[in-house]
C-alpha cells in the first residue's frame, strides 16, 4: 500500500537559517511526489512536483528512490516561508496519498 | 485560472441532519475530488470521480456518498451527519493526464457537527 510519512508536525527556524522538511513514502510503483503548501487563510495549492525538477519560491526538492525520501529543502528561510507543507504521492495516475503535514515557522 | 469553488465556507448541522457540500469548478476538469482535513491527519481521500456520474471510493467513504450528475460540479452527502464528522473539507479538481496531474483546491467548508 502506498504511504507518505511526514514526521515532523512543526518545525521553528529562524529567518535565513536552512530549513528541510522531511517526506518518505512507500510505493511499490513508479513514484509521482508533490509538495502542497498552504499559507495562512489560502487555499492548497502546488508548491513543486519532482518530475519538473524546478525551485519553487526557492524551495527544491529531490526523489530518492533508494531512501524512498522527497525532502524540501530551502538554503534561507523567510517568514513569508511560514505555513502548512503537505508531501503527496501520485499513483494509478488520478490519484493522491497526502501526508500529514509539517506546519513550517519561520522566527524573525 | 482554475476556480474551485464551495458553496458553503462554514456550516453547523446537528447530529442526524443531512448535509450537502456543494463544488463547482470552471476549468472543464474530469477529475473531481473530496478530502476531508484534519490535524496530525493531513488530507484523506473520501471519494473520487473521473467523469459524469462516475465515482470511486477513496479511504474513508464510511458515512459519506457523492453526487456529479453534470462534469462541473460534484457534490458530497451526509446522510446522517455525527460528531465524528467535524473537519474541513475539501474539494479539489484535476485534468487526467498519463501522470497524476496537479490538484486545484477550493477554499474549504468547516463543518461542525453539533
Known amino acids: 500500500a502506498q504511504r507518505v510519512t511526514q514526521p515532523e508536525k512543526l518545525l521553528s527556524v529562524f529567518k535565513g537559517a536552512p530549513v528541510e522538511l522531511k517526506c518518505n513514502y512507500s510505493y511499490s510503483g513508479s513514484p509521482e511526489l508533490f509538495w502542497y503548501v498552504q499559507y495562512s487563510r489560502q487555499r492548497l495549492q502546488l508548491l513543486l512536483r519532482h518530475i519538473s525538477r524546478e525551485s519553487i519560491k526557492g524551495f527544491t526538492a529531490d526523489l530518492n528512490k533508494g531512501e524512498t525520501s522527497f525532502h524540501l529543502k530551502k538554503p534561507f528561510a523567510q517568514e513569508e516561508d511560514s505555513a502548512m507543507y503537505y508531501c503527496?504521492?501520485?499513483?494509478?495516475?488520478?490519484?493522491?496519498?497526502f501526508g500529514s503535514g509539517t506546519k513550517l515557522n519561520v522566527k524573525p | 485560472d482554475v476556480k474551485v469553488t464551495q458553496s458553503s465556507r462554514y456550516l453547523v448541522k446537528r447530529t442526524g441532519e443531512k448535509v450537502f457540500l456543494e463544488c463547482v469548478q470552471d476549468?472543464?476538469?474530469?477529475?473531481m475530488f473530496w478530502y476531508r482535513q484534519d490535524p496530525g491527519l493531513g488530507l484523506r481521500l473520501i471519494y473520487f470521480?473521473?467523469?459524469?456520474?462516475?465515482?470511486e471510493k477513496g479511504d474513508i467513504p464510511e458515512g459519506y456518498s457523492v453526487s456529479r450528475e453534470k462534469k462541473e460540479r460534484f457534490s458530497l452527502i451526509l446522510e446522517s451527519a455525527s460528531t465524528n464528522q467535524t473537519s474541513m473539507y475539501l474539494c479539489?479538481?484535476?485534468?487526467?493526464?498519463?501522470?497524476?496531474?496537479?490538484?486545484?483546491f477550493g477554499e474549504g467548508s468547516r463543518l461542525t457537527v453539533l
Open positions: 479539489a479538481s484535476s485534468l487526467p493526464s498519463g501522470r497524476s496531474g496537479e490538484l486545484f
Open positions: 476549468m472543464d476538469h474530469e477529475n
Open positions: 470521480s473521473y467523469d459524469v456520474k462516475m465515482k
Open positions: 503527496a504521492l501520485g499513483y494509478n495516475f488520478n490519484k493522491f496519498y
